[in-house]
């Protein structure tokens, strides 16, 4: 069973910087992806950010040169550092975890809130 806790969410003026981080214990496949989605008030929960057997990587058109995703050696963290924060970014963020070889097994997070203000 994977486990993930997500952690540096908080208030940031816009422009701001905030760096999440999601711990990721229980067993990973050597096949997996990793990623960072976000949901706003009233909206449908989007991919920010994913990182594919720990090299490569993508992003959503609206954080691309702003948002970097990364994870450990040992792939026991996720990280998203987040640059230029904008108040369209304010979301609750979620760290995802898709692990397997022939069945695939997804795992969320709890989330964390990031407000940006204007």
């Known amino acids: 069973q994977v486990q993930l806790v997500e952690s540096g969410g908080g208030l940031v003026q816009a422009g701001g910087s905030l760096r999440l981080s999601c711990a990721v214990s229980?067993?990973?496949?050597?096949?997996?992806?990793m990623g960072w989605y976000r949901q706003a008030p009233g909206k449908q929960r989007e991919l920010v950010a994913a990182?594919?057997?720990?090299?490569?990587?993508n992003y959503s058109d609206s954080v691309k040169g702003r948002f970097t995703i990364s994870t450990d050696n040992a792939k026991n963290t996720v990280y998203l550092q987040m640059n230029s924060l904008k108040p369209e970014d304010t979301a609750v963020y979620y760290c995802?975890?898709?692990?397997?070889?022939?069945?695939?097994?997804?795992?969320w997070g709890q989330g964390t809130q990031v407000t940006v203000s204007s």
């Open positions: 995802n975890v898709a692990t397997g070889l022939v069945s695939w097994y997804v795992y």
């Open positions: 229980g067993s990973i496949f050597s096949g997996y992806v």
């Open positions: 990182i594919t057997n720990g090299d490569n990587t």
